[in-house]
Protein backbone atom coordinates (compact mmCIF):
# COMPACT_ATOMS: atom_id res chain seq x y z
CA UNK A 1 0.00 0.00 0.00
CA UNK A 2 2.78 2.21 0.91
CA UNK A 3 4.40 1.20 -2.04
CA UNK A 4 1.36 2.61 -4.44
CA UNK A 5 0.83 5.84 -2.59
CA UNK A 6 4.88 6.37 -2.73
CA UNK A 7 4.25 5.80 -6.48
CA UNK A 8 1.39 8.26 -6.96
CA UNK A 9 2.88 11.19 -5.44
CA UNK A 10 5.71 10.65 -7.34
CA UNK A 11 3.25 11.02 -10.53
CA UNK A 12 0.68 13.72 -9.32
CA UNK A 13 4.27 15.54 -8.66
CA UNK A 14 5.11 15.09 -12.05
CA UNK A 15 1.85 16.05 -13.33
CA UNK A 16 1.93 19.59 -11.44
CA UNK A 17 5.11 19.87 -12.37
CA UNK A 18 4.58 19.69 -15.98
CA UNK A 19 1.68 22.18 -15.38
CA UNK A 20 3.87 24.52 -13.33
CA UNK A 21 6.33 24.52 -16.19
CA UNK A 22 5.23 26.22 -19.11
CA UNK A 23 3.66 29.00 -16.66
CA UNK A 24 7.45 29.56 -14.99
CA UNK A 25 9.09 29.74 -18.41
CA UNK A 26 6.16 32.18 -19.48
CA UNK A 27 6.16 34.71 -16.65
CA UNK A 28 10.39 34.17 -16.99
CA UNK A 29 10.46 34.81 -20.66
CA UNK A 30 8.07 37.93 -19.62
CA UNK A 31 10.41 39.09 -17.46
CA UNK A 32 13.68 39.07 -19.41
CA UNK A 33 11.69 40.57 -22.98
CA UNK A 34 11.50 43.57 -20.68
CA UNK A 35 14.59 43.90 -18.83
CA UNK A 36 16.10 43.18 -22.61
CA UNK A 37 14.02 45.70 -24.29
CA UNK A 38 14.76 48.42 -21.77
CA UNK A 39 18.66 47.33 -22.07
CA UNK A 40 19.12 46.42 -18.34
CA UNK A 41 21.22 43.59 -19.30
CA UNK A 42 22.66 42.53 -16.05
CA UNK A 43 19.32 41.80 -14.35
CA UNK A 44 18.25 39.87 -17.77
CA UNK A 45 21.61 37.94 -18.08
CA UNK A 46 20.17 35.86 -14.89
CA UNK A 47 16.90 35.10 -16.68
CA UNK A 48 18.15 34.54 -19.69
CA UNK A 49 20.22 31.87 -18.25
CA UNK A 50 17.49 30.16 -16.95
CA UNK A 51 15.46 30.04 -20.28
CA UNK A 52 18.30 28.38 -21.98
CA UNK A 53 18.47 25.93 -19.37
CA UNK A 54 14.85 25.07 -18.52
CA UNK A 55 12.86 26.46 -21.54
CA UNK A 56 14.90 26.46 -24.65
CA UNK A 57 12.04 26.34 -26.81
CA UNK A 58 9.58 28.76 -25.50
CA UNK A 59 10.32 30.95 -27.96
CA UNK A 60 12.76 32.59 -30.07
CA UNK A 61 12.81 35.79 -28.56
CA UNK A 62 15.32 33.89 -25.66
CA UNK A 63 17.65 33.86 -28.93
CA UNK A 64 17.12 37.21 -30.78
CA UNK A 65 17.23 39.58 -27.47
CA UNK A 66 19.95 37.17 -25.63
CA UNK A 67 22.20 37.85 -28.88
CA UNK A 68 22.60 41.47 -27.33
CA UNK A 69 22.18 40.84 -23.59
CA UNK A 70 25.37 38.61 -24.48
CA UNK A 71 27.10 41.14 -26.77
CA UNK A 72 27.36 43.71 -23.58
CA UNK A 73 28.77 41.59 -21.78
CA UNK A 74 31.62 41.08 -24.20
CA UNK A 75 32.01 44.91 -24.13
CA UNK A 76 32.29 44.98 -21.21
CA UNK A 77 34.20 42.19 -20.35
CA UNK A 78 37.07 43.10 -17.64
CA UNK A 79 39.91 40.43 -18.85
CA UNK A 80 40.32 38.37 -22.50
CA UNK A 81 39.47 35.21 -20.79
CA UNK A 82 36.02 36.83 -19.76
CA UNK A 83 35.64 38.10 -23.09
CA UNK A 84 36.21 34.87 -24.83
CA UNK A 85 33.94 32.65 -21.94
CA UNK A 86 31.30 34.90 -23.32
CA UNK A 87 31.86 34.69 -27.46
CA UNK A 88 31.98 31.62 -26.93
CA UNK A 89 28.60 31.61 -25.21
CA UNK A 90 27.36 33.63 -27.76
CA UNK A 91 28.20 31.14 -30.13
CA UNK A 92 26.30 27.87 -28.35
CA UNK A 93 23.47 30.43 -27.84
CA UNK A 94 23.33 30.84 -31.94
CA UNK A 95 23.41 26.94 -31.83
CA UNK A 96 20.84 26.67 -29.75
CA UNK A 97 18.60 28.99 -31.57
CA UNK A 98 18.98 26.63 -34.82
CA UNK A 99 18.83 23.86 -32.77
CA UNK A 100 15.36 24.60 -30.92
CA UNK A 101 14.10 26.54 -34.32
CA UNK A 102 15.20 25.05 -37.32
CA UNK A 103 15.14 26.91 -40.17
CA UNK A 104 15.00 30.14 -38.62
CA UNK A 105 16.82 31.67 -41.67
CA UNK A 106 18.88 34.15 -39.64
CA UNK A 107 22.06 32.85 -40.79
CA UNK A 108 23.13 31.98 -37.19
CA UNK A 109 25.95 29.95 -38.54
CA UNK A 110 27.56 32.85 -40.28
CA UNK A 111 27.14 34.97 -36.95
CA UNK A 112 29.51 32.13 -35.27
CA UNK A 113 32.67 32.86 -37.26
CA UNK A 114 31.70 36.89 -37.28
CA UNK A 115 32.03 36.73 -33.14
CA UNK A 116 34.84 35.28 -33.36
CA UNK A 117 36.89 37.88 -35.68
CA UNK A 118 34.71 40.99 -34.57
CA UNK A 119 36.19 40.06 -31.15
CA UNK A 120 39.86 38.92 -32.39
CA UNK A 121 39.06 35.76 -30.39
CA UNK A 122 40.53 32.53 -31.92
CA UNK A 123 42.23 31.81 -35.06
CA UNK A 124 41.29 32.68 -38.93
CA UNK A 125 41.63 28.90 -39.69
CA UNK A 126 38.87 28.94 -36.71
CA UNK A 127 36.64 31.51 -38.28
CA UNK A 128 37.36 30.10 -41.84
CA UNK A 129 36.15 26.80 -41.20
CA UNK A 130 33.10 28.03 -39.56
CA UNK A 131 32.13 29.89 -42.53
CA UNK A 132 33.27 27.29 -44.99
CA UNK A 133 30.97 24.89 -43.16
CA UNK A 134 27.85 27.38 -43.28
CA UNK A 135 28.54 28.35 -47.02
CA UNK A 136 28.50 24.83 -48.30
CA UNK A 137 25.35 23.67 -45.71
CA UNK A 138 23.40 26.78 -45.48
CA UNK A 139 23.97 29.24 -48.35
CA UNK A 140 21.17 30.73 -48.92
CA UNK A 141 21.20 32.34 -45.19
CA UNK A 142 25.26 33.31 -46.07
CA UNK A 143 24.07 36.75 -47.24
CA UNK A 144 26.17 38.97 -44.74
CA UNK A 145 27.96 41.16 -47.28
CA UNK A 146 31.28 41.38 -44.03
CA UNK A 147 31.36 37.61 -43.79
CA UNK A 148 31.54 37.00 -47.82
CA UNK A 149 34.50 39.31 -47.70
CA UNK A 150 36.00 37.71 -44.79
CA UNK A 151 35.72 34.03 -46.23
CA UNK A 152 37.19 34.96 -49.53
CA UNK A 153 39.80 37.48 -47.95
CA UNK A 154 40.97 34.06 -45.23
CA UNK A 155 41.21 31.38 -48.23
CA UNK A 156 43.89 34.22 -50.32
CA UNK A 157 45.73 35.04 -47.67
CA UNK A 158 46.20 31.03 -46.61
CA UNK A 159 47.20 31.18 -50.62
CA UNK A 160 49.46 33.71 -50.63
CA UNK A 161 51.06 32.09 -47.50
CA UNK A 162 51.36 28.65 -49.05
CA UNK A 163 49.32 27.17 -46.48
CA UNK A 164 47.04 23.64 -47.31
CA UNK A 165 48.04 23.45 -50.71
CA UNK A 166 46.07 26.02 -52.08
CA UNK A 167 46.39 26.38 -56.01
CA UNK A 168 45.54 29.53 -58.11
CA UNK A 169 42.56 28.06 -59.55
CA UNK A 170 41.10 27.23 -56.47
CA UNK A 171 41.64 31.38 -55.18
CA UNK A 172 39.64 31.96 -58.87
CA UNK A 173 37.17 29.51 -58.01
CA UNK A 174 36.48 30.78 -54.85
CA UNK A 175 36.49 34.42 -56.22
CA UNK A 176 33.63 33.01 -59.13
CA UNK A 177 31.54 31.64 -56.36
CA UNK A 178 31.40 34.39 -54.37
CA UNK A 179 31.29 37.03 -57.06
CA UNK A 180 28.05 35.30 -57.71
CA UNK A 181 26.87 34.90 -54.33
CA UNK A 182 26.85 39.07 -54.74
CA UNK A 183 25.59 38.94 -58.06
CA UNK A 184 22.65 36.80 -56.96
CA UNK A 185 22.33 38.93 -53.26
CA UNK A 186 22.34 42.33 -55.46
CA UNK A 187 19.96 41.36 -57.93
CA UNK A 188 17.26 40.41 -55.50
CA UNK A 189 17.42 43.97 -54.05
CA UNK A 190 17.94 45.76 -57.05
CA UNK A 191 14.66 44.24 -58.36
CA UNK A 192 12.69 44.64 -55.12
CA UNK A 193 14.21 48.26 -55.37
CA UNK A 194 13.37 49.00 -59.48
CA UNK A 195 9.48 47.82 -58.35
CA UNK A 196 9.43 51.03 -55.99
CA UNK A 197 11.18 53.11 -57.93
CA UNK A 198 8.51 52.23 -61.00
CA UNK A 199 5.84 52.84 -58.20
CA UNK A 200 7.37 56.53 -57.14
CA UNK A 201 7.52 57.01 -61.55
CA UNK A 202 4.04 56.57 -61.78
CA UNK A 203 2.71 59.22 -59.26
CA UNK A 204 2.09 57.11 -56.08
CA UNK A 205 3.98 57.54 -53.02
CA UNK A 206 5.38 55.11 -50.68
CA UNK A 207 4.33 53.93 -47.48
CA UNK A 208 6.14 54.35 -44.18
CA UNK A 209 7.28 51.00 -44.59
CA UNK A 210 8.21 50.82 -48.13
CA UNK A 211 10.70 53.38 -48.07
CA UNK A 212 12.57 51.93 -45.45
CA UNK A 213 12.67 48.89 -47.25
CA UNK A 214 14.01 51.52 -50.08
CA UNK A 215 16.87 52.48 -47.72
CA UNK A 216 17.65 49.32 -46.60
CA UNK A 217 18.05 47.91 -50.09
CA UNK A 218 20.13 50.96 -50.97
CA UNK A 219 22.45 50.41 -48.12
CA UNK A 220 22.83 47.18 -48.70
CA UNK A 221 23.22 47.08 -52.46
CA UNK A 222 26.42 49.73 -51.76
CA UNK A 223 27.44 47.11 -48.55
CA UNK A 224 27.65 44.14 -51.69
CA UNK A 225 29.36 46.77 -53.84
CA UNK A 226 32.12 47.50 -51.64
CA UNK A 227 33.01 43.76 -51.18
CA UNK A 228 32.96 43.24 -54.87
CA UNK A 229 35.57 46.01 -55.18
CA UNK A 230 37.48 45.32 -52.09
CA UNK A 231 37.55 41.34 -53.75
CA UNK A 232 38.97 42.61 -56.92
CA UNK A 233 42.04 44.61 -55.01
CA UNK A 234 42.51 41.62 -53.19
CA UNK A 235 42.87 39.89 -56.38
CA UNK A 236 44.43 42.14 -58.34
CA UNK A 237 47.94 40.87 -58.39
CA UNK A 238 47.37 37.22 -58.77
CA UNK A 239 44.71 38.08 -61.60
CA UNK A 240 46.91 39.55 -64.35
CA UNK A 241 46.50 39.20 -67.87
CA UNK A 242 50.13 38.08 -68.21
CA UNK A 243 49.33 35.37 -65.75
CA UNK A 244 45.76 34.65 -66.74
CA UNK A 245 46.31 33.92 -70.77
CA UNK A 246 49.21 31.56 -70.25
CA UNK A 247 47.12 29.56 -67.62
CA UNK A 248 43.89 29.71 -69.28
CA UNK A 249 45.84 28.36 -72.84
CA UNK A 250 47.84 25.69 -70.95
CA UNK A 251 44.03 24.10 -70.15
CA UNK A 252 42.32 24.89 -72.85
CA UNK A 253 42.82 21.94 -74.76
CA UNK A 254 41.67 19.43 -71.61
CA UNK A 255 38.97 21.89 -70.80
CA UNK A 256 37.16 23.12 -74.36
CA UNK A 257 34.51 20.37 -73.37
CA UNK A 258 33.70 21.91 -70.47
CA UNK A 259 31.05 24.70 -70.86
CA UNK A 260 31.64 25.94 -66.80
CA UNK A 261 35.08 25.93 -67.24
CA UNK A 262 35.31 27.84 -70.69
CA UNK A 263 32.47 30.34 -69.09
CA UNK A 264 34.51 30.88 -65.81
CA UNK A 265 37.27 31.82 -67.93
CA UNK A 266 35.97 33.96 -70.51
CA UNK A 267 34.40 35.60 -67.66
CA UNK A 268 37.59 36.11 -65.91
CA UNK A 269 39.55 37.06 -68.98
CA UNK A 270 36.99 39.84 -69.32
CA UNK A 271 36.73 41.62 -65.79
CA UNK A 272 40.88 41.50 -66.04
CA UNK A 273 40.73 43.21 -69.14
CA UNK A 274 41.87 40.99 -71.08
CA UNK A 275 39.51 40.84 -73.90
CA UNK A 276 41.86 42.16 -76.42
CA UNK A 277 44.15 39.56 -76.33
CA UNK A 278 43.50 36.66 -79.31
CA UNK A 279 42.92 33.69 -76.51
CA UNK A 280 39.84 35.53 -75.56
CA UNK A 281 38.38 35.10 -79.15
CA UNK A 282 39.35 31.28 -79.10
CA UNK A 283 37.67 30.86 -75.42
CA UNK A 284 34.77 32.59 -76.97
CA UNK A 285 33.96 31.18 -79.52
CA UNK A 286 34.50 27.96 -78.24
CA UNK A 287 31.93 28.77 -75.35
CA UNK A 288 29.73 29.62 -78.01
CA UNK A 289 29.74 26.09 -80.23
CA UNK A 290 29.64 23.88 -77.30
CA UNK A 291 26.81 26.06 -75.43
CA UNK A 292 25.01 29.39 -76.84
CA UNK A 293 23.94 31.35 -74.43
CA UNK A 294 23.56 35.32 -73.12
CA UNK A 295 27.12 35.20 -72.01
CA UNK A 296 28.83 33.35 -74.91
CA UNK A 297 26.86 35.83 -77.06
CA UNK A 298 28.04 38.91 -74.98
CA UNK A 299 31.74 37.22 -75.20
CA UNK A 300 31.63 37.20 -78.53
CA UNK A 301 30.25 40.52 -78.99
CA UNK A 302 33.35 42.16 -77.07
CA UNK A 303 35.43 40.13 -79.20
CA UNK A 304 34.42 41.43 -82.19
CA UNK A 305 33.78 44.86 -80.82
CA UNK A 306 38.10 44.54 -80.21
CA UNK A 307 38.54 43.84 -83.47
CA UNK A 308 36.85 46.96 -84.62
CA UNK A 309 33.88 44.92 -86.17
CA UNK A 310 31.25 46.93 -84.08
CA UNK A 311 28.42 45.76 -86.91
CA UNK A 312 28.65 41.81 -85.65
CA UNK A 313 29.42 43.43 -82.09
CA UNK A 314 25.73 44.59 -82.10
CA UNK A 315 24.59 41.67 -83.44
CA UNK A 316 25.93 39.77 -80.77
CA UNK A 317 25.44 41.89 -77.74
CA UNK A 318 21.76 42.25 -79.33
CA UNK A 319 21.56 38.60 -78.78
CA UNK A 320 23.12 38.72 -75.40
CA UNK A 321 20.83 41.01 -74.23
CA UNK A 322 17.47 39.12 -75.80
CA UNK A 323 18.57 36.09 -73.96
CA UNK A 324 19.85 37.19 -70.67
CA UNK A 325 16.47 36.90 -68.00
CA UNK A 326 18.20 38.33 -65.23
CA UNK A 327 16.94 42.28 -65.89
CA UNK A 328 20.49 43.40 -64.45
CA UNK A 329 22.62 41.87 -67.07
CA UNK A 330 20.37 42.50 -69.74
CA UNK A 331 20.53 46.30 -68.73
CA UNK A 332 24.24 46.18 -68.33
CA UNK A 333 24.71 44.94 -72.09
CA UNK A 334 22.32 47.42 -73.41
CA UNK A 335 23.92 49.81 -71.32
CA UNK A 336 27.61 48.34 -73.49
CA UNK A 337 25.78 49.36 -76.14
CA UNK A 338 24.45 52.85 -75.60
CA UNK A 339 27.86 53.48 -74.79
CA UNK A 340 30.79 51.50 -76.68
CA UNK A 341 28.78 50.89 -80.09
CA UNK A 342 26.82 54.24 -80.06
CA UNK A 343 28.17 56.65 -77.71
CA UNK A 344 28.45 60.59 -79.18
CA UNK A 345 28.54 58.81 -82.34
CA UNK A 346 25.35 58.50 -83.11
CA UNK A 347 23.18 59.97 -79.92
CA UNK A 348 19.91 59.10 -81.01
CA UNK A 349 20.87 55.21 -80.70
CA UNK A 350 22.74 55.58 -77.88
CA UNK A 351 19.91 57.64 -76.00
CA UNK A 352 17.66 54.34 -77.29
CA UNK A 353 20.10 51.89 -75.77
CA UNK A 354 20.72 53.59 -72.46
CA UNK A 355 16.37 53.74 -72.36
CA UNK A 356 16.49 50.50 -73.00
CA UNK A 357 18.98 49.64 -70.15
CA UNK A 358 16.77 52.01 -67.47
CA UNK A 359 13.39 49.85 -69.14
CA UNK A 360 14.98 46.62 -67.84
CA UNK A 361 16.92 48.12 -64.50
CA UNK A 362 14.95 51.94 -63.26
CA UNK A 363 17.88 52.18 -60.68
CA UNK A 364 20.81 52.36 -62.93
CA UNK A 365 21.71 55.71 -62.54
CA UNK A 366 24.60 55.64 -64.40
CA UNK A 367 22.48 55.35 -67.10
CA UNK A 368 20.99 58.70 -66.49
CA UNK A 369 24.23 59.95 -66.11
CA UNK A 370 25.27 58.95 -69.55
CA UNK A 371 21.64 60.68 -71.25
CA UNK A 372 22.82 63.81 -69.35
CA UNK A 373 25.99 63.65 -70.92
CA UNK A 374 24.74 63.07 -74.29
CA UNK A 375 22.38 66.40 -73.76
CA UNK A 376 25.22 68.71 -72.75
CA UNK A 377 27.24 67.54 -75.65
CA UNK A 378 24.53 68.71 -78.02
CA UNK A 379 24.65 72.53 -76.95
CA UNK A 380 25.74 73.27 -80.28
CA UNK A 381 23.70 71.33 -82.37
CA UNK A 382 20.24 72.35 -80.75
CA UNK A 383 18.03 75.47 -80.37
CA UNK A 384 17.85 78.62 -83.05
CA UNK A 385 19.33 81.65 -80.67
CA UNK A 386 21.94 80.96 -78.48
CA UNK A 387 19.88 81.39 -75.10
CA UNK A 388 17.92 77.95 -76.25
CA UNK A 389 21.09 76.36 -77.05
CA UNK A 390 22.60 76.77 -73.97
CA UNK A 391 19.48 76.02 -72.00
CA UNK A 392 20.05 72.68 -73.26
CA UNK A 393 22.17 72.34 -69.93
CA UNK A 394 18.84 72.65 -67.95
CA UNK A 395 17.56 69.66 -69.39
CA UNK A 396 21.05 67.96 -68.79
CA UNK A 397 21.09 68.52 -65.30
CA UNK A 398 17.89 67.44 -64.59
CA UNK A 399 18.82 64.41 -66.53
CA UNK A 400 22.11 64.21 -64.25
CA UNK A 401 20.10 64.90 -60.91
CA UNK A 402 17.79 61.45 -61.64
CA UNK A 403 20.90 59.07 -61.53
CA UNK A 404 21.12 60.20 -57.84
CA UNK A 405 17.28 59.94 -56.87
CA UNK A 406 17.53 56.38 -57.91
CA UNK A 407 21.07 55.30 -57.23
CA UNK A 408 22.25 56.92 -53.31
CA UNK A 409 25.26 55.44 -54.62
CA UNK A 410 26.34 58.04 -57.36
CA UNK A 411 24.24 61.42 -55.51
CA UNK A 412 27.28 63.06 -54.85
CA UNK A 413 28.66 62.42 -58.26
CA UNK A 414 24.78 63.31 -59.66
CA UNK A 415 24.97 66.21 -57.59
CA UNK A 416 28.29 67.68 -58.71
CA UNK A 417 27.29 66.85 -62.20
CA UNK A 418 23.93 68.56 -62.46
CA UNK A 419 25.61 71.63 -60.84
CA UNK A 420 28.04 72.19 -63.34
CA UNK A 421 25.79 72.06 -66.37
CA UNK A 422 24.11 74.88 -64.92
CA UNK A 423 26.99 76.76 -64.45
CA UNK A 424 26.67 76.74 -68.38
CA UNK A 425 23.00 77.50 -68.11
CA UNK A 426 21.65 80.96 -68.97
CA UNK A 427 22.29 83.01 -65.87
CA UNK A 428 19.89 85.08 -63.92
CA UNK A 429 20.31 88.44 -65.43
CA UNK A 430 20.47 86.30 -69.33
CA UNK A 431 16.89 85.06 -67.94
CA UNK A 432 16.01 88.66 -67.38
CA UNK A 433 17.06 90.15 -70.59
CA UNK A 434 15.62 87.47 -72.80
CA UNK A 435 12.12 87.84 -70.98
CA UNK A 436 12.16 84.04 -70.98
CA UNK A 437 11.15 82.88 -67.07
CA UNK A 438 9.03 80.59 -66.92
CA UNK A 439 8.18 79.95 -70.49
CA UNK A 440 8.62 76.31 -72.42
CA UNK A 441 11.70 75.59 -74.66
CA UNK A 442 11.52 72.73 -77.11
CA UNK A 443 14.16 71.18 -78.75
CA UNK A 444 13.08 70.33 -81.96
CA UNK A 445 17.17 68.69 -82.66
CA UNK A 446 17.56 64.62 -82.03
CA UNK A 447 16.27 65.38 -78.24
CA UNK A 448 13.03 66.07 -78.83
CA UNK A 449 12.28 67.08 -75.71
CA UNK A 450 11.61 70.45 -73.91
CA UNK A 451 12.57 72.77 -70.54
CA UNK A 452 10.87 75.23 -68.89
CA UNK A 453 12.57 78.26 -68.20
CA UNK A 454 13.35 78.94 -64.07
CA UNK A 455 11.22 81.58 -62.79
CA UNK A 456 13.02 84.47 -61.59
Known amino acids: MKTKLTFLIVILFGFYSSIAQPSDCADRLSIFVELAKSKNYTEAYEHLNYLRKSCPSQNAAIYLLGEPTLNYYIDNAKSTADKEKHVRDLMKLFEEYDQYFPGNGKGNSVKRGLALFDNNIGTPNEVFQILDKSFKNDKANFTNPKALLLYFQIFVDDYEAGNKGIQLQEVFDMYDVISDKLEEEAKVLSDAKDLLIEKQESGEALTTKEQKDYNRYEVNLEAFETVGTSMDAKIELL ?127 RAYLFIAQLYANSVNDCGVTPFEKRAVNWLAAQTARKAGQVDSSLKATADQTAASYEQRAPSRQDIFQENMAGQTISFKCWIGKSVTVPSL
Open 239 to 365: ATCDRLVPFFSKGFDEKKGDAEWLRRAAQRLDRKGCSSDPFFAKISDALHLLNPTAESAYNLGVSFYNKKNTAKALEYFNQAAELHTDKNKKANVYYTIATNIYGNGNKTQARAYAEKALAARPSMG
